[in-house]
């Protein structure tokens, strides 16, 4: 699970750069929560691109004085990237007030799939390509928005678990506030995804690190030492989210088929 | 004798491009005096080419591309990777070794990693030999990446004669720990020592560097000394081109120290082989 930090900043910095390179972009866009993850990836960019060439978009759902937004304004400054704050809440509002409902899930989905909207209007607006801010641990287990945080351009941080995106920020520099903050989606105030997961990302990590990059069976990893039932879990949640992942399935009906057998690299002639 | 390698990037499906990249790096090597140079594995093609293996690939005897080439090999050897249709629809992930205006040698990818990352099996025909060959270096061997990572085919050119082996390669890191670089760039690191002491020849590897869908090609291009000494090594990201001074006379001096190719018995190794294929059960 561990990393080399400066080897890793190189590696995604070279990433960056070089993706938009091939596809003729200068700038990039990222959404900033003030999280970890989208510090990370701005710090990243800045680093790769030249901070003038990032876009911090700050996208808060009606409080724009939270303290959340406060802290993407501090790292947007502290890295000296341009940054934009669109407030979500009359287009989420305007929505819900003709379709109403109490389901946080729902209005969670509605808010993260609002911002990926505004997200790629500004990536036409500025010609800038979108730094997907999702890490491994998200991915592995679906915890995230189809459609929603999920959508980007390209995906920098996409195979370090969250913990190593934590020792990755300890060599950027990030503040200790951003580094101590509890890891929240935003789906509602007050919110965090270690409480509704119910399971820590520490030990969600160590496991799925067994499961997937050692290649452990079930069994190995209970007999590790972590309990059945948060191996259980964190199993039937990345077996329950494998569509998150996928392009959707196209019944193949022609002699050549798009994603079956029309295979082209994403890079094709880059 | 100075070689060089040509640690390079090159764009997907892009030959003209690549081919300005190989002129530009021919230059380069011409400069400082090399009279080989060495490109990674595709280096016409770039590496993920899936279906557009079958619109990139070229016959290098026919081919406007390789007669560019062609003509500078007279003032200096060039390696290149590059898809080949061999037959008409058949294509190959193959490596060519040009000098004075001629292909010296065509070798054909053999070990197609199909598995995990890796699916060139499903776009590529296999290769079916190795073999070495004469060049101004003296017996020279091509292997294709993966290749390299099959003693057996390392073996075969060292049975052959080569007093250079020469591994082209366009390999992805993966694999992360404290150190820094990829756990991936010590299992080549490991073979090209192993290789070139106990063939006691010269191992030339020359990876790629940059992105193709995401994959990290992680470069760390060598040289080892018939003697298993590195070099020189690049580094593990960027673009470079590494000129190193080979002493061909430590091919000699490394086979009166260390006997193994006088002492080989190919013989006994073929007959053995013999033995354990006609074991083999349904």
Known sequence: ?270 | MKIALAQVSPRLGELKQNLNLHLHFIEKAKKKKAGLVVFPELSLTGYTLMDMVQEAGLNPAKDAIFAALKKLSREIDIVLGFVEEKEKGIFFNSAAYLSGGKILHVHRKVFLPTHGMFEEAKFFAQGKNFRSFPTRYGRTGLMICRDFLSYGASYLLFADGADLIIVISAAPGRGMSEEKAFETSRMWELMGEAISFFSTSFVLYCNRVGFEDGKVFAGGSFVYNPLGKLLVKASAVDEELVVVDLDLEEIRSSRKKWPYKRDDKPEVILQALARIIRGYED
Not at chain 1, 26 to 48: P, Q, R
Not at chain 1, 223 to 238: C, D, H, P
């Open chain 1, 1 to 270: 699970m561990k990393i080399n930090a400066p080897f890793v900043e190189k590696v995604l910095c070279a990433f960056i750069r070089e993706e938009l390179s091939r596809f003729h972009f200068k700038k990039g866009i990222v959404g900033l929560s003030g999280g970890l993850d989208s510090s990370v990836c701005a710090s990243l960019a800045a680093k790769a691109l030249g901070p003038k060439n990032v876009l911090g978009m700050i996208l808060p759902c009606g409080d724009n004085c939270s303290e959340d937004v406060k802290d993407a304004r501090r790292v947007a400054r502290r890295l000296g990237l341009r940054s934009q704050v669109v407030d979500i809440s009359p287009m989420v509002d305007a929505y819900f007030s003709r379709y109403p409902t109490q389901d946080r899930i729902r209005i969670g989905n509605k808010m993260s799939r609002e911002r990926m909207s505004i997200l790629y209007d500004f990536s036409a607006k500025e010609k800038a390509l979108i730094l997907g801010t999702s890490n491994k641990t998200e991915l592995l287990i679906g915890y995230g928005t189809i459609h929603g945080d999920m959508a980007c351009a390209i995906n920098p941080l996409g195979d370090l678990y969250k913990t190593q995106i934590r020792d990755l920020a300890v060599h950027l520099g990030l503040p200790q506030k951003i580094l101590k903050k509890r890891p929240t989606a935003g789906l509602w105030p007050g919110q965090t995804d270690e409480e509704e997961i119910g399971l820590t990302y520490a030990e969600i990590d160590q496991v799925l690190f067994l499961l997937v990059d050692e290649r452990k069976a079930k069994e190995d990893v209970i007999a590790a030492g972590f309990a059945k039932e948060s191996v259980e879990k964190i199993l039937t949640l990345v077996k329950n989210s494998e569509f998150k992942r996928k392009m959707p399935p196209i019944a193949k009906i022609s002699s050549r088929t798009v994603g079956h057998d029309f295979l082209y690299p994403y890079d094709r002639n880059r």
